[in-house]
Every structure is written in C-alpha cells, then in structure tokens.
C-alpha cells in the first residue's frame, strides 16, 4: 500500500498566468487549498460569453475574481453540436449515438476496476452520477476546444446538458473528479478550477475521508494518475526543465510547455515541499529516476 502524506497546514501555488506565491489557510482535509490560476485563459473565456473584465498590467491576476454564475455553470464559450448518449463506460468517458466515443476535457475520474484490479474510492458514485446527469438515450450539447482526439482515438470535449449545465461541472462540485489542464484545451481552465476550489474547501468527496490521498514521493512504485507530495532537491535547467524530487520521481517540463511557467518562481521551489498531480509513468532509464511525471502548466504544482 503506498504511504499517503499529511495535510499540511499551508499551500502557496504557482500562478499560472503571473506566477505569483500567495499564502492561503490550509484545509482539514487531506488536500491543500488551490487558488485559482491560469487567469489569462479565464479572461478569453470571460470575453467570449461577454462578461466584462479589465486586466492592467499593474493588476495582480490573482486578484481576479470569477463570478459565481460562471463558476456554477462553467457556460459554453461557443455553439454546440447536438448529440445523443448511447452509452456511459465511466466517469469520464461517454458513448455517443454516432459512434464517437468522448473524453472529458478538464476532469479526471477515478478508476474502474479492471484486469482483476479494485475499482478506486468513488470510481462508481463518478459513474452514476454522470448516469444521472446525462441518461442513456438524452441529448447532449458537445463542445470542442483547440484540441481534436487523444492517444486512444477518442474525441475531447465538454458536455451540457439540454438546459445547458456542464457535466464536468457536476462531477467537480460534488468532489467526483480531479480538475486537470492538459493543452491546448484550456479555455475553460479557471472556471473548472475554481468549482474544484470550492469542492475541496467543503472536503466533498475526493477532497473527505473517503477520498485518495496524496502519495509520498519515497513511496511512489506504480503509475497512473496520482498527487505526489515531497521535497524538491534539484531544479536543473537544459533543454528540458527537471525537478528531481526526493525518492524516485521527476517531474519534466518540455520546451513546448515551459512559456507557462516562470524559471525564477521554479528555482525558488527548490528545498521546498510541493505537491504534483498528474499521470506517472516509468521512466526506462537506469541512469535517472525510476518515475516521472510530465509538468504541461502550473495547475499541476503547487508549493505546501
């Protein structure tokens, strides 16, 4: 079983847009609190659904307060294309009438039991409740963002129900799913992160004792989605960013994600302790670290 970490009493994150430290109370959860980040993606979405926002370049963007109407319903930003559920294989992932089968864009779910493996805490309240959201047979609106189709064929998107309330909304305010940015489909980033916000301050679902905690970073032996904790060692700068965790995990930025985050605000990380949510996987290497885990924007770090 792997070790799962303490909550800590404070959380200061990485601000996606101006990479600002701010201090915020900690939970009594087993998670720290977020901020919301990534307020440059917020303001296009602002300004595609029309609500009126100025940013100056003096302002702090974290500063920058999200509606509650948009935080509750995260609207659509365009037009959507009508669709009809023929199938729900998580919570997650959903069959459509046409044969298209979706992935959700901004939430991960809890896993389904498979190969002999133990659903994970929740993975079955995610599913029914995407059931009771949007039922086999019931129209859907399906929205696109700037990206297509994932590794498996599927296509990703975010869906509305017929009165226009978001799914991904759903399972986040009910503590179902973990909010995660993965680009280039971001339009609906800090509207989906400030929903999760309010789910892990209420310690609703994930984000309660009946939840997954986070893992240590010396006890990381497996792969899959996960939120690491740990000290950062090293922070080395080459082609690719690496910050080298205690135990055997490093997380990687590549070059095509290292415009969103700030070399200063990294280096000033090391020797601290810091969280990382994302997908492990093995590193195939002898020389470095057995794990790593893939950094794309900041919504992935945060400083404990």
């Not at 303001?43 to 100056?56: P, Q």
């Not at 959507?80 to 901004?106: F, H, K, N, P, Y």
């Not at 020389?287 to 945060?302: I, S, V």
Request: proline residues 6%; positive net charge.
């Amino acid at each position: 079983m792997p070790v799962v970490e303490s909550t800590d009493s404070t959380s200061v994150l990485l601000h996606a847009s101006r990479n600002k430290f701010r201090s915020v109370p900690g939970d009594s959860n087993n998670a720290p609190r977020r901020l919301r980040r990534g307020a440059f993606f917020f303001a296009v979405l602002l300004s595609t659904i029309g609500v009126g926002l100025s940013i100056y370049p003096s302002s702090p963007a974290a500063d920058v307060q999200v509606p509650s109407s948009i935080r509750q319903n995260c609207p659509a930003f365009a037009q959507t294309e009508s669709v009809v559920v023929a199938g729900i294989d998580d919570g997650d992932t959903l069959r459509l009438a046409d044969g298209r089968r979706v992935r959700l864009i901004g939430v991960n779910t809890p896993e389904l039991g498979r190969q002999g493996l133990p659903d994970q805490p929740l993975a079955q309240r995610a599913r029914k409740a995407v059931q009771t959201f949007l039922a086999v047979g019931s129209r859907a609106g399906l929205l696109l963002d700037a990206g297509g189709r994932d590794h498996y064929g599927r296509t990703l998107a975010h869906l509305y129900d017929s009165h226009g309330n978001s799914l991904e909304v759903y399972l986040l305010s009910r503590g179902l799913a973990w909010h995660v940015a993965i680009p280039p489909n971001l339009r609906l980033a800090d509207c989906l992160a400030a929903v999760e916000q309010e789910a892990r301050n209420a310690g609703k679902g994930l984000w309660g004792s009946a939840g997954i905690p986070p893992v240590a970073a010396t006890a990381v032996n497996t792969g899959g989605y996960q939120r690491i904790r740990g000290k950062l060692l090293e922070v080395r700068f080459s082609r690719a960013w690496w910050l080298n965790l205690e135990g055997n995990l490093a997380a990687v930025i590549y070059p095509e994600h290292q415009h969103r985050f700030d070399r200063r605000q990294l280096r000033q990380l090391q020797g601290r302790r810091i969280e990382l949510q994302g997908w492990v996987y093995p590193s195939g290497s002898a020389r470095f670290r057995p794990w790593r885990m893939k950094l794309e924007t900041p919504f992935a770090l945060e400083r404990l």
